[in-house]
């Protein structure tokens, strides 16, 4: 298992830009995929971007492709979830996710893969 702890979500106005970041303790971080899911309120969890294990790999949910961009610092254990050009329907919480399974080829758009979750972060954008 691993700990997720996600930070950086806030009020934006459209337009505007966020960084999210998630900091991981408690396996070896380089060996896993990573992701960033979303929620918004009445909806279900959906993708938002994932990761591979060497950051060679990024991939991209149409929604938020060409404006969000992911990045992993693994001497900092740390993902990143750069957002910019923010707009009101990227409201929901933010969950950072790691892959259950080490080495995996290329990275997964399916929660059921990821094995462990942070507590979310909340971000709202107003109109």
């Known amino acids: 298992q691993v700990q997720l702890v996600e930070s950086g979500g806030g009020l934006v106005q459209a337009g505007g830009s966020l960084r999210l970041s998630c900091a991981a303790s408690?396996?070896?971080?380089?060996?896993?995929?990573m992701g960033w899911f979303r929620q918004a309120p009445g909806k279900e969890r959906e993708f938002v971007a994932t990761i591979s294990w060497t950051g060679s790999r990024t991939d991209y949910a149409d929604s938020v492709k060409g404006r969000f961009t992911i990045s992993r610092d693994n001497a900092k254990n740390t993902v990143y979830l750069q957002m910019n050009s923010l707009k009101p329907e990227d409201t929901a919480v933010y969950y950072c996710?790691?892959?259950?399974?080490?080495?995996?080829?290329?990275?997964?758009?399916?929660?059921?893969?990821?094995?462990?979750w942070g507590q979310g972060t909340q971000v709202t954008v107003s109109s």
């Open positions: 996710a790691a892959d259950s399974t080490p080495y995996r080829l290329g990275s997964s758009r399916t929660d059921l893969d990821f094995g462990s």
């Open positions: 408690g396996r070896t971080f380089r060996n896993y995929a």
